[in-house]
């Protein structure tokens, strides 16, 4: 297990302390404010916290968070929004279906479709990081009237990805986690504490600890082994599907595990505007390592 966290933490891709607003006290008083849902895709019981009313934003974290995660950027916009951030199949207190089927791309976009008509809304702004990014920008490709903008944080573009790892070997030698994660079994290599000692507030990481102690580690892996690209990789050459919305793109640059090169030629994949934000002294997770700037961000751009 010592192995597998040095290997962890040797991908960068757990921050090394979070920035101002994430200590326990905000902990505490965002877990106060924001009241809970669910939505059901097809049997599968999603959770939400929900926080602020006007226009609905949808936040979708990824691997290994919960929704938590976006409580700076969730208060910053709930002044005059609606903002959502949904559990994850698998995750916390969302439901955790057995198979890897059950972690297919559609359905997870499915499950973020059952939230916006759970709140009563048709389309929503769309907001991922990591797997949330990859659900996010499949959402807006195959749900374009329900997308009315698209924000993705450290997740590039489907197809920039597939292109690095066809052929940059820096990102296939760096995408090896990915591959042990496809392995069978991997997931007896996790646990709640291993998933979060990257969390140095002892007040956040409880609640940390005890979200990935309701989780299902076999189902986190799930995403990897249904939706990562496998070996050998091979550039996607399917027919193009523009995304249609406004798009904002935040990058923390010190992200081993999905190097920025992946970030060129997005603009030919949308159709509208793109607007690329790159922090360079923030990693993997960009909305924890610069709150703020990405909070800051959001709230200006959203309001154009």
């Not at 291993?194 to 005890?210: H, I, Q, S």
């Not at 091979?234 to 523009?242: G, H, I, M, Y």
């Not at 920025?260 to 990693?283: I, M, Y």
């Amino acid at each position: 297990m010592k192995t597998f966290l040095n290997w962890f933490v040797g991908l960068s891709l757990l921050a090394a302390l979070w920035s101002h607003g994430a200590d326990g006290s905000a902990l505490l008083d965002i877990e106060r404010k924001v009241t809970h849902g669910y939505a059901t895709n097809n049997g599968v019981r999603i959770h939400y916290a929900r926080l602020g009313q006007g226009p609905l934003v949808v936040m979708i974290h990824g691997f290994p968070d919960y929704w938590l995660t976006w409580r700076v950027p969730m208060e910053a916009l709930a002044k005059d929004r609606e903002v959502v951030a949904i559990d994850q199949r698998g995750y916390n207190l969302s439901d955790r279906p057995k198979g890897v089927e059950n972690y297919d791309i559609n359905l997870l976009v499915d499950d973020v479709a059952a939230v916006i008509r759970a709140r009563g809304q048709e389309r929503a702004i769309i907001v991922g990081h990591d797997w949330g990014g990859f659900v996010a920008w499949k959402f807006a490709m195959t749900r374009p009237a329900m997308t009315e903008k698209l924000v993705v944080l450290n997740l590039p573009h489907p197809r920039g990805l597939s292109r690095e790892l066809a052929n940059n070997p820096e990102q296939q030698k760096n995408s090896a986690y990915a591959r042990r994660f496809q392995q069978a079994g991997a997931h007896t290599n996790l646990t709640a504490e291993g998933l979060t000692f990257w969390v140095k507030d002892p007040a956040v990481r409880e609640r940390y600890v005890e979200a990935f102690r309701r989780s299902d580690f076999e189902a986190m892996l799930n995403y990897y082994k249904r939706n990562y690209p496998r070996e050998p990789y091979v550039q996607d050459s399917s027919p193009l599907v523009k995304v249609q919305c406004s798009v904002l793109l935040i990058h923390g640059l010190k992200d081993t595990a999905l190097l920025s090169d992946a970030l060129n030629g997005t603009w030919n994949w949308v159709e509208k505007d793109l607007t690329l934000l790159t922090v360079p002294e923030a990693d993997h997770w960009v909305q924890q390592d610069a709150a703020e700037l990405v909070s800051r961000m959001l709230v200006s751009w959203l309001r154009r």
